[in-house]
Nanobody, 125 residues
Framework: QDQLVESGGGLVQTGDSLRLSCTAS????????IGWYRQVPGKQRDLVAL???????TYADSVKGRFTLSRDTASNTVYLQMNSLKPADTAVYYC???????????????????WGQGTEVTVSS
């Protein structure tokens, strides 16, 4: 079953740090892009950080210099290190991956999107 399992959210104060983790099932070779989006109630889901294989990463302007996306290929896990957190960072954070469909054990050119269940981050002032 194709899954993204997230962990690491919580309640912190302004200036604190948190690290979110997202472990993907399946082969890491099928991943085209992986990263994090966030959403607050009533608003659209926005990009936070996204790693495109083989390894270029895009960050939202609002998190540049504070957040770092990294990947451990061996465990098929990505980490979002969030430093100097602000109340504006409060949101539900969703892990996202774009993957290739596998047929007969071989990745194809057909892509699909998959999402985690979301983990809540609350930053108090």
């Amino acid at each position: 079953q194709d899954q993204l399992v997230e962990s690491g959210g919580g309640l912190v104060q302004t200036g604190d740090s948190l690290r979110l983790s997202c472990t993907a099932s399946g082969s890491p070779t099928t991943i085209i892009a992986i990263g994090w989006y966030r959403q607050v109630p009533g608003k659209q889901r926005d990009l936070v950080a996204l790693m495109n294989m083989p390894g270029t990463t895009t960050y939202a302007d609002s998190v540049k210099g504070r957040f770092t996306l990294s990947r451990d290929t061996a465990s098929n896990t990505v980490y979002l290190q969030m430093n100097s957190l602000k109340p504006a960072d409060t949101a539900v954070y969703y892990c996202y991956a774009q993957k290739r469909t596998v047929v007969g054990g071989t990745p194809t050119s057909v892509k699909y999107d998959t999402w985690g269940q979301g983990t809540e981050v609350t930053v108090s002032s």
